[in-house]
């Protein structure tokens, strides 16, 4: 049975990614006590495969019964039951411009007296523990439902296969930092496609641009020392059991640079047998 703990802060997006894990075939139930996660856990098998894909949402809602969390995965453990958690991510200043377009209220609100900045900033800390320890994190500050739904299901379908799954990632700084990354490479100081009138509206995508791009020196250069440090990195991120490795390569748009070396390190992945997603966060900015 696959079994996913899903989690991450007020206003990341949980609600859609249940929706996408029911959409690929999960059994979800949202905002549950996390002392039952071992109970709809064992009703699960009991169901002899009926229900053999299960999300279950487990996050600040629950007031102090989040405190139970870990008793609940520490339940899971004893009785051999296997898991993983997905944990969604957020730019602060997303999540208050989220909170007020949907004039929901925060769920900690009350315990900070009506401010929203704090409200995030004391769930964070509350979350700490259990981000640090996620099988899966997803930052959706800059993602479009479609892009998060795409992204879930590049995992989780791919799952059945078992190893590291590498997300392969191109991003812009000029937007931020994507918060999930786990190594992030800049490539701004290669020759920018941006000032070739020709190229300026194209992307990293279009071969015109990935020509440019790679026919420097220093771009073959950067690229091979880049793919021989994966290459050295990716055992020892398996060795120490992590299942999910995102690689963020960034230029100043998220356009150009970023995506050729993004789609070179995933091609270079694949021929050598390694999960790979390929996310180009900021390509339509």
Do not use: W
């Not at 051999?80 to 200043?93: A, M």
């Not at 900070?112 to 640090?132: C, M, N």
């Not at 026919?215 to 990716?234: C, H, N, Y």
């Amino acid at each position: 049975m696959d079994f996913v703990i899903v989690t991450g802060l007020s206003g990341a997006g949980k609600s859609r990614a249940i929706n996408a894990l029911e959409d690929i075939g999960f059994y979800c139930v949202d905002n549950i006590p996390p002392k039952l996660i071992v109970k709809i856990a064992e009703f699960c098998l009991k169901s002899k495969g009926q229900i053999d894909r299960v999300a279950v949402v487990v996050d600040a809602r629950g007031g102090a019964l989040f405190h139970d969390l870990f008793d609940g995965m520490d339940d899971l453990r004893k009785n051999k039951i296997e898991f993983e958690v997905l944990f969604l991510e957020c730019n602060d200043d997303i999540l208050v411009r989220r909170f007020k377009e949907t004039r929901r209220k925060h769920p900690l609100l009350d315990t900070v007296k009506g401010e929203i900045e704090q409200a995030i900033l004391v769930e964070r800390e509350l979350l700490k523990p259990i981000r640090a320890m996620a099988t899966y994190t997803i930052d959706t500050s800059h993602l479009s439902p479609a892009q998060l739904k795409e992204q879930i299901a590049n995992i989780f379908l791919g799952n059945v296969t078992g190893g590291m799954l590498v997300n392969s990632m191109s991003f812009g700084f000029k937007y931020g930092l994507p918060l999930e990354a786990d190594l992030v490479f800049d490539v701004r100081c290669l020759p920018n496609p941006f000032y070739i009138e020709g190229l300026r509206h194209k992307t990293g995508l279009d071969a015109e641009v990935r020509e440019y791009v790679m026919e420097f020196p220093q771009s073959r250069e950067l690229a091979k020392k880049l793919l021989d440090l994966i290459d050295f990195l990716l055992p020892q991120y398996i060795q120490e059991g992590k299942s999910q490795l995102v690689v963020a390569i960034g230029c100043t748009g998220g356009k150009h640079r970023s995506v050729t070396f993004a789609e070179l390190i995933a091609r270079h992945l694949s021929e050598n047998g390694v999960r790979v997603n390929i996310n180009h966060r900021d390509i339509q900015k």
